[in-house]
């Protein structure tokens, strides 16, 4: 289509629209003085970054705002995407890759007397809305949304204190507070003009409406109003700008004179400081009551705005409420965002006026869920004392949702009292609670998994009733993630060489990576191909050199694992592995072993106490190699603290092997393992999460496997898994133990380490001993194939070549096919420049 937008709305001044280095460096310099107050010889290198974003931000806006007229003039169904994260990373380098200015921009730069775009850059403050996967697979799908021409809208909470930034302090993780806003961030537009008003708390009562109809209103005791701030998403060299909607919570009532005037100082602002706690902090810590209070009063309160975001909408072009799914569809990003379906419901019946048949035939064809884990602890369940007192007429609402669809269920199953109880939205085993992973089930169109394996785990272990009931609801959808950051941003020499290759049509098409596939027998190619990756190895290098003050090999086997802390996760299973390496080379037993430097990165939840041992388990290791002579040139550790979007960008191009070794059946699919493949490491792993299809695409030769099936780990379990009786029938594991009970890693500490190994020895909850020998076995072949450079560049390329099924844009167009179905809705901009 053609959209003609009149001049203000274009914006037709060059300045703000133009794409060439005189017209980049024309809107730095209108910024430096206009928006900054500076003059470009007092500018520092922070200045030029907020000039840059602001000229590059202008840009988008004429985008952007072309969309919305587009949708607004032909309405087309929307993706709303909710979700508690969004890790969106730096937007700078994105955005000017999307726009294709990247060499513009650092022309304009020169002319600033600044040499290199990474220097302004690193000057940026990445948000730290995300814990990790979850967050950055929104973000990704957000960026897919756009390239793919899907007119979407991400909507979260725009949280004043992202994750916490981590520091290293004796081997130990120390959080400390995200001020990733000090600086200011110049790509968000805010809109106080669209706030929303969210209650909480209060009563309900009935009465009869002016027709005679039983009603229910909800009277709310405590209030916050969400106010808006958009944040434009570029899709690739097209012109749909979708945007990602962040609510900041603000006060009703920010000043209570009356108490100020009486001597009350804090009770004059106490509602302020109340309601601004909403979007204060990324996941307060739910380990008391308050935090618990907290998280749920976030979780409603960013899905209460999106939703009246949504409905005010249809209002504002015209639209019947009724219409609801015709413009609308809503994917939940995993349980948090799960009281939509509650809040729905109230925001029809009770405010539309809608029957209770019309209420629900709207919010089970507008909503659709997303499960991403099958471990407890993101199943969420609120006891019914917490949610009843925050909010009572959503627990009205599911009580009368449960009754309904129980009844079905008798229906289906008379007499089955026991599948009632698995299937009801009420937990009824010890304190009562809401199943928030029910509530999305039983009103959603759509349940998916996110890799082949865990959707079949879903049906067959987490959900088996209800895929009984509904088999046509659940279905699979592998994660995939952005080739344009993490391979065309992320690793120049490598996305240079490929292009040259093959060209460029891949940075959109990433399943076009396979015509690399005949050069795996070029000679030269290969050469080449391991000199971009050295490149890359060299640039991380550079900076583990200067923030751990540790010199590390580029030519030695960058052995890595980034991803968040977790048991399940197995990092302290590489970390045995390693200090099994060290003693072989201790022992003069290491002939053949490949120089490795083995990186670890990641965060651990605050109060997850067995996590942080880990990281302080890592950091001990890596103290005593590192000062050890005999390691030189043979084995160096790194833990890379305050892993972020940021330091994966130099991360995933240097890695040489990525470590992918959780227990099979519990990883739901990761999306690092598919990052590293993209950028041609190979893989070490078990049958877990997406590792499943990783291997598939890429063939049985081209993957280290290794490990238990989820089968033969329920197996295990079942027959009485004792790992103390493993502990001495495995080859070089009672030394590695031994070691650390001596103290070796702790400076004589034998004391430091010991929950971590009584964990292990006594229960071994994720059967770590049961995969430890098949791990250094299959270490064993990483060293073989290492040691052949020939064969492991072919492998490199062939990871690379055929990690096209692993884009977003391949996920994207799944979920618009088989859930959404929604469709490309190309915006075409025209303006009249006389």
């Not at 590059?56 to 309405?75: C, N």
Request: with cysteine; hydrophobic share 40%; proline share 4%.
């Amino acid at each position: 289509m053609e959209l003609r937008l009149p001049t203000p709305g274009c914006n037709a001044d060059t300045n703000r629209n133009g794409l060439t280095a005189d017209d980049v460096f024309a809107g730095m310099t209108e910024h430096l003085f206009f928006s900054l107050g500076k003059l470009a010889p007092a500018a520092n290198h922070h200045d030029l970054y907020m000039a840059l974003s602001h000229a590059v931000r202008d840009r988008l806006m004429t985008r952007y705002l072309a969309g919305i007229e587009a949708i607004s003039a032909t309405p087309k169904r929307v993706v709303a995407y909710l979700s508690a994260e969004f890790l969106v990373g730096p937007q700078l380098g994105n955005n000017l890759l999307m726009l294709g200015i990247q060499e513009q921009a650092s022309e304009a730069l020169r002319r600033f007397g600044v040499n290199s775009l990474e220097q302004i850059t690193e000057m940026e403050e990445e948000p730290g809305l995300g814990n990790g996967g979850l967050g950055r697979l929104a973000a990704c799908y957000l960026e897919s949304l756009s390239s793919l021409e899907i007119p979407a809208t991400g909507y979260g909470i725009r949280y004043e204190f992202g994750i916490f930034d981590q520091l290293i302090r004796d081997g130990w993780q120390v959080e400390i507070t995200d001020k990733w806003l000090k600086g200011g961030w110049p790509w968000e537009v805010p809109h106080p003009d669209q706030s929303c008003f969210v209650g909480f708390g209060g009563r309900t009562e009935s009465y009869q409406d002016d027709l005679g109809h039983y009603r229910v209103r909800w009277i709310p005791v405590e209030h916050a109003i969400g106010i808006p701030h958009d944040v434009p998403v570029l899709g690739y060299r097209v012109n749909t700008c979708n945007r990602l909607r962040l609510w900041r919570a603000d006060a009703a009532e920010s000043f209570d004179f009356y108490a100020f005037n009486i001597g009350d100082f804090y009770g004059a602002v106490e509602e302020k400081v109340g309601s601004e706690t909403l979007s204060k902090v990324l996941y307060p810590n739910d380990g008391t009551d308050e935090g618990r209070r907290l998280r749920l009063k976030q979780q409603h309160f960013f899905v209460s705005c999106s939703l009246q975001d949504m409905l005010r909408s249809l209002e504002r072009r015209g639209l019947p409420v009724t219409d609801f799914p015709k413009h609308w569809t809503v994917q939940l990003n995993d349980t948090h965002p799960a009281i939509a379906v509650a809040e729905l419901m109230r925001l029809l019946i009770d405010d539309k006026r809608l029957t209770w048949d019309q209420a629900w035939e709207i919010t089970s064809q507008s909503l659709a869920y997303t499960n991403h884990t099958l471990l407890p602890e993101a199943l969420e369940k609120w006891g019914l004392d917490l949610f009843g007192s925050l909010l009572p007429r959503h627990l009205e609402l599911i009580f009368e949702i449960n009754r309904r669809f129980l009844q079905q269920v008798r229906l289906r199953f008379p007499g089955n009292e026991a599948i009632l109880r698995k299937v009801s939205i009420i937990d009824e085993e010890g304190r009562k609670a809401v199943r928030m992973a029910h509530l999305a089930t039983v009103a959603s169109h759509h349940v998916n998994g996110v890799a082949a394996l865990h959707s079949d785990l879903v049906k067959s272990q987490l959900f088996p009733e209800f895929a009984s009931l509904w088999p046509e609801k659940f279905t699979n959808i592998t994660n995939g993630v952005t080739p344009r950051r993490w391979l065309a941003l992320a690793n120049p020499p490598l996305a240079a060489l490929v292009s040259e290759a093959i060209g460029e049509g891949w940075v959109a098409d990433l399943a076009q990576l396979r015509r690399l596939e005949p050069l795996q027998h070029d000679r030269s190619f290969l050469e080449r191909w391991e000199q971009s990756k050295l490149a890359g190895k060299k640039h991380l290098a550079q900076y583990i050199h200067r923030t751990n003050g540790l010199l590390v090999d580029p030519s030695s086997l960058f052995d890595v694992q980034v991803k968040r802390i977790h048991e399940y996760k197995r990092q302290h299973l590489n970390a045995l592995q390693v200090i099994a390496q060290y003693l072989r080379i201790k022992n003069g037993l290491a002939d053949g072993e490949a120089p490795r430097t083995v990186i670890f990165g990641g965060k651990a939840a605050p109060g997850y106490y067995m996590a942080k041992l880990i990281i302080r388990f890592i950091n001990g290791i890596a103290e005593t190699i590192n000062s050890d002579p005999d390691m030189e040139g043979r084995l160096r550790v790194v833990f890379l603290a305050d892993y972020t979007v940021k330091l994966g960008e130099k991360v995933y191009p240097s890695a040489d092997l990525s470590e992918q070794i959780s227990t099979a059946g519990l990883e739901a699919s990761g999306t690092g393992n598919m990052k590293f493949a993209m950028n041609g490491a190979l893989t070490i792993g078990t049958l877990d999460g997406a590792n499943v299809e990783i291997r598939e695409q890429v063939e049985a030769e081209n993957f280290f496997l290794f490990g238990h099936t989820t089968e033969e780990i329920a197996t295990l379990h079942a027959s009485g898994y004792r790992p103390w009786d493993l502990v001495h029938t495995i080859e070089e594991l009672p030394e590695v133990i031994r070691l650390v009970e001596q103290g070796h890693f702790s400076h004589g500490d034998g004391d430091l380490f010991r929950p971590l190994l009584q964990n292990l020895i006594g229960r071994d909850p994720f059967y770590v001993f049961a995969d430890f020998s098949a791990y250094l076995k299959a270490q064993q072949e990483v060293n073989r194939a290492w040691a052949d450079r020939e064969r492991w560049n072919r492998m490199s390329l062939l990871n690379s070549a055929r990690s096209g099924f692993f884009s977003s844009d391949r996920s994207i167009g799944e979920y618009a096919e088989r859930i959404w179905q929604v469709a490309p809705f190309p915006v075409t901009i025209s303006c009249d420049l006389d």
